[in-house]
């Protein structure tokens, strides 16, 4: 059972040896801004839930961008789509509204995947 033979070989969690390892994971462009935002989101969920957009609306307004910037940022950051921004989600809605937008940088029609969380990527 524990043979060299490929009957069920692609099947076998353990692989074969010869075979390359798993391409590693990038990492997150957006790491330290992370633990730029880490005291807002301790505020904004003492818990660790995701936050509501109700309760989410106004630390992306405090940017002051237009509306149409806001609700970008928003579809952007919420990967999941489920109308709440869990921690890695907040962090990226932050940087879109709190220093991409003010740097006069245009928000992306989609998000560089170096900008999604390797545990958001597909």
Known sequence: PFGDDDEGAA???????D????????AWDLQPWAEHYQAEWEAA??????IPGAEA???LAAS????????????????????A?????FVIAMYLAHQLA???????????????PPSKRT
């Open 45 to 50: 969920s003492p818990t660790g839930a995701p």
């Open 64 to 83: 002051e961008q237009p509306n149409k910037v806001l609700r970008k940022a928003w579809m952007l950051a919420d990967i999941d789509r489920d109308g």
């Open 102 to 116: 003010p740097a006069g940088h245009e928000l992306p029609e989609e998000l560089p995947e170096s900008w999604i």
């Open 11 to 17: 099947a076998n969690p353990f692989g074969d040896d």
């Open 19 to 26: 075979e390359a390892e798993a391409t590693p994971v990038a």
């Open 85 to 89: 921004l869990d921690r890695e989600e």
């Open 57 to 59: 609306r106004p630390l």
